[in-house]
C-alpha cells in the first residue's frame, strides 16, 4: 500500500485508489493529482491500496480486496492483511473510492446509504445517478462511514483514467480541500459546479447467471426493463424480467457468476424525494 499526503496535518479527507489491480484509472488519477501538487486548504491523504495487484494488473493476489473488509491484522491472504491497514489509515476520514467498470461508460456514484456525506458530497462530482446499496454491501469498503464510491467508467479506458481525475478535483473541492481563488465559488457553497440534481437507484437484488460458454445482455444500465421484456442470455437461453427492474452494474463478463443488479428509481437529490 503506498500513502501521499498534500498539505500539512492531519488528513481528514481521503482518496482510495487501486483497490482492483485490473482498474488502473484511480491510481492515474492519483499520479497525475501528485504531479500537479495543487494548493489545499486541508491535508488530503491518497491511496494506492493493492500494489501488488496492480503490478500483476489482476483484480486481487489472493481474494478480492473489496470483499474483505474491515480485514483481519493476522489474516490468511494479502488481502485481508491490506483491508485492515487500509481501515486504520482511513479512521476519522471522508472517503472517495475509485474503481471501473465493464458495465458501462457513464460515471456514477455509489454510497451505502443517502446520508449527509451523500447529500454533500455527490451533487458536486458531476454525476447524473447514485446507487444505494445498503443492505447489499458486505465486506466492501462502502461499508466505512463517510464514504462515497465512484465508478469511473469502462475499465482500461483513457476515459476512465479522465473522469476519475475530474471526479477527485470535484471531491475535493466539495469537501473544501482545494484552495481557490477569493472570487470563485466553491461547489460545496452553492457554486455552479453543483448540478442540477441526481436521480437516485436502490439496490434490490443480485442478477444471477448459470455456467455458460458465452453470455449477452440486452439491457442498458439503469435504462428500466419491463416485465416481460427479455435482459440477457446464456448459450442463446434467454432470460426475461418477472418484474420491472433498473439494470446496474450489468454486463455479460463483468462478474463470474452475476449478470449485475437489480435496482428500483427511489427518486432525486434535491426535491426531497430522496
Known amino acids: 500500500m503506498r500513502i501521499h499526503q498534500l498539505g500539512d496535518g492531519v488528513p481528514e479527507v481521503a482518496v482510495v485508489a487501486g483497490i482492483h489491480g485490473d482498474e488502473p484509472c484511480g491510481p492515474r488519477a492519483v499520479e497525475r493529482l501528485l504531479a500537479e501538487g495543487p494548493a489545499v486548504d486541508r491535508p488530503v491523504k491518497l491511496v494506492v491500496a493493492n500494489e501488488a495487484a496492480l503490478d500483476a494488473g489482476v483484480r486481487y493476489v489472493e481474494e478480492d480486496l473489496n470483499r474483505v473488509f474491515p480485514g483481519d491484522p493476522n489474516g490468511d491472504t494479502l488481502e485481508s492483511r491490506l483491508a485492515h491497514r487500509l481501515m486504520a489509515e482511513l479512521e476519522g476520514c471522508t472517503v472517495l473510492a475509485l474503481h471501473s467498470t465493464q458495465s458501462t461508460a457513464e460515471p456514477f456514484a455509489v454510497a451505502e446509504r443517502v446520508d449527509e456525506i451523500a447529500r454533500a458530497v455527490v451533487p458536486h462530482l458531476g454525476v447524473s445517478k447514485l446507487l444505494e446499496t445498503e443492505g447489499l454491501a458486505e465486506g466492501r469498503l462502502i461499508q466505512h462511514p463517510h464514504t462515497v464510491e465512484v465508478e469511473c467508467g469502462l475499465q482500461g479506458s483513457e476515459a476512465a483514467a479522465e473522469n476519475a481525475y475530474r471526479l477527485v478535483r ?83 463478463y463483468g462478474y463470474e457468476d452475476l449478470f449485475g443488479y437489480a435496482a428500483d428509481r427511489a427518486g432525486r437529490l434535491g426535491d426531497g424525494t430522496a
Do not use: I, Q, W
Open 170 to 252: 470535484g471531491f475535493l473541492d466539495a469537501t473544501n480541500a482545494l484552495t481557490r481563488d477569493a472570487d470563485a465559488p466553491r461547489a460545496a457553497d452553492g457554486g455552479t459546479e453543483a448540478g442540477s440534481g441526481v436521480d437516485v437507484f436502490e439496490l434490490v437484488d443480485p442478477v444471477p447467471k448459470p455456467p455458460a460458454e458465452t453470455y449477452e445482455v440486452f439491457a442498458e444500465n439503469f435504462v428500466e426493463v419491463s416485465a416481460g421484456e427479455r435482459f440477457a442470455a446464456a448459450d442463446g437461453e434467454v432470460f426475461t424480467a418477472d418484474r420491472s427492474f433498473h439494470p446496474v452494474l450489468m454486463s455479460p
